[in-house]
């Protein structure tokens, strides 16, 4: 598994080659996703809860009608015990990030 260690400031630049669909917006990967109608963006929210099950790592995200919104990132970072909130974007945020662009892109 991706580990919760936060991204240093060349791999946080090579985001936008990396993941190019995916928008950085401070500490979050952000993506709209939309689909021909509500059925398909729920099957795409079922199988990205697997995703997110298998990484024990959740989204943020919301759904309306044809389109899912989704931001990515890390709440609690590798070694703290998150009572400080510290967080940030993290290799576990990219793998979390390109296991989704897989789904569309098989």
Same mark, same amino acid.
Do not use: C, K, Y
């Given at each position: 598994?991706?580990?919760?260690?936060?991204?240093? !400031?060349g /791999?946080?630049?090579?985001?936008a #080659? *990396?993941?190019? !669909?995916w928008?950085?917006a401070?500490?979050?990967? *952000? *993506? #709209?996703?939309?689909f021909?109608?509500?059925v /398909?963006?729920?099957?795409?929210?079922?199988?990205?809860?697997?995703?997110?099950?298998?990484?024990?790592?959740?989204?943020?995200?919301?759904?309306?009608?044809?389109?899912?919104?989704?931001?990515? #990132? #890390?709440?609690? @970072?590798?070694?703290t015990?998150?009572?400080?909130?510290?967080?940030?974007?993290?290799? @576990?945020?990219?793998?979390?990030? /390109?296991?989704? !662009?897989?789904?569309?892109?098989?």
């Amino acid at each position: 598994m991706a580990d919760r260690t936060l991204l240093t !400031d060349g /791999e946080r630049a090579d985001l936008a #080659t *990396r993941l190019p !669909d995916w928008e950085l917006a401070g500490d979050q990967l *952000r *993506r #709209t996703f939309t689909f021909a109608n509500f059925v /398909e963006a729920w099957a795409f929210m079922a199988e990205v809860a697997v995703i997110a099950e298998d990484l024990r790592h959740h989204p943020d995200w919301s759904n309306s009608w044809n389109r899912v919104d989704m931001a990515i #990132t #890390t709440h609690r @970072l590798s070694g703290t015990d998150g009572a400080n909130g510290a967080g940030g974007l993290t290799h @576990l945020d990219v793998a979390f990030a /390109e296991a989704v !662009d897989r789904l569309l892109d098989p």
